[in-house]
């Protein structure tokens, strides 16, 4: 390769992270809340156990277990679904297994709540996606979403 042709190619790549990492800069990053900061959306969590996940945002299997013996059809998820998900998960003892909560943005914050098992090609993870609005302490129930990775 001619010297000019590397220093261009080096010159352009250098320019390319840069930009990359000036966009990734500029993006408000999630982070973990402080125990003072969680305890308040995580209470607002559960008080909105009941809220029904937009059916379009439902991409987990996070569903109550019993049909609905009047529509013979499975009830809709709510988040109690994934919190119950959520128990039921760290009663079994696992290897490889994490969790993490996360929230940007203020006074509404989007958060997101993940749990799952890291193991090779059995590895799973599920999460809760909401919007906290700080202000009146509350879950925007427009904003829940749930999605399941293999």
Known sequence: MKQGTAVLLAA????????????HLAQPQPHEPTEAEAGPILQALVQAA????????VHCEAAGPYMDEETARLPPTRVEHVIASHLL???????????????TGNPIKTCTWMFGEGHG?????RSLHFQYDSANRHILPASLECIDVP
């Not at 090609?121 to 993870?125: H, P």
């Open 12 to 23: 352009s790549t250098a320019f390319l992270l840069g930009g990359l990492g000036g966009h």
């Open 50 to 57: 009941r809220l029904p996940i937009p059916q379009d945002q």
């Open 89 to 103: 998960w760290s009663l079994n003892p696992r290897a490889q297994s994490y969790s993490s909560f996360s929230c």
């Open 121 to 125: 090609e059995e590895s799973w993870q």
